[in-house]
């Protein structure tokens, strides 16, 4: 992808994060790069494919933090530890892009819905597979695998939300607690 | 409040949710209601006090929820089940309106934003006593107080962005199964 279209994407996060995506036009995002309102059309024909786009690379890159994060050699509680830090970090760390890509979905077009699913479906298989092999090495205590599976990404998901806080300003300690509040809804036996 | 404005309210919400408040006119709303672009005017007389009029209806009625759960006379292990289920059935039950209350405040004036700031902190604080009675009798065993705090809330707003799901769809056993969550998560020694 080009420059200008990096930064047109760079530019649109930004504005959909703060006024959200059906509150912006690409006029508007064209303005504040001080551009024509034509000049977002060469790149992106339209604002939903501007969206998808911003989707995709960001759930691709939430994806890669937590596959590198998983080093399958280690045990449920390490590995837990490590895609959990990595999954809060990356939405502290990109809270804008992160809210778009987590509460924009919706205006997606349905293909482009169904594209964006399967990078989400590939993450949270990531903790699916976690959670199974401490369920089934007895490293974990799960009491039910369905809703640990949903609640600890959701946590993760959920920083975009409000980070920074009076509370949580720092992402490294954010992830640190967050960590050790997975580990204990999974029952973790590992000291 | 009037009949037409409690119709506009509840058609608003509809409308905020599916397309967001940004993509959304008050003409929209009329339309829906197959009134004149006009016939909000009377009731709303912009689109923001209209979010307003829905976020303060909602964030009261969260809190109510909440505030109704929590029985003084319990211990915190007892409050903290009926609370948390009490807020996780309300994102679940009114999945509309949490969403548009939970994340649309952004588009609220900086006067509003206040206001509704104080019925939040409302909530958050009948989360916060039971968290520091069952840390300060010893019936929970927190690593640490201001994430807990954070976390199990928000668990349950969050249920507001996918409810349902394949693996939930039923407001009673997810509520249960959140509960289990959040006391593992404090740590709770009640049996």
């Not at 998983?70 to 809270?95: F, I």
């Not at 205006?107 to 092999?133: A, Q």
């Not at 369920?135 to 409000?162: C, H, K, Q, Y």
């Amino acid at each position: 992808m080009s420059k200008a279209a990096a930064r047109l994407r760079a530019v649109a996060v930004e504005c959909f994060a703060a006024k959200g995506y059906g509150a912006t036009s690409t006029r508007d995002i064209a303005a504040r790069l001080a551009l024509s309102p034509g000049a977002v059309y060469p790149h992106y024909k339209t604002k939903e494919s501007l969206l998808f786009a911003i989707s995709f690379e960001g759930h691709t890159s939430a994806l890669a933090a937590v596959q590198q994060a998983d080093r399958l050699a280690d045990g449920p509680t390490d590995r837990l530890t490590s895609t959990m830090a990595a999954y809060v970090k990356w939405h502290a760390d990109n809270r804008d892009l992160a809210r778009v890509v987590q509460y924009e979905l919706r205006s997606l077009s349905p293909e482009h819905f169904e594209t964006i699913t399967v990078l989400r479906r590939s993450t949270s298989h990531v903790f699916k597979r976690i959670i199974d092999d401490g369920n089934t090495s007895g490293e974990f205590d799960i009491i039910d695998v369905e809703a640990a599976m949903v609640a600890i990404p959701a946590l993760a998901v959920d920083v975009s939300r409000w980070f920074p806080s009076q509370a949580f300003s720092d992402a490294d300690v954010l992830a640190q607690r967050y960590v050790e509040l997975a580990l204990r809804m999974v029952g973790s036996r590992s000291p």
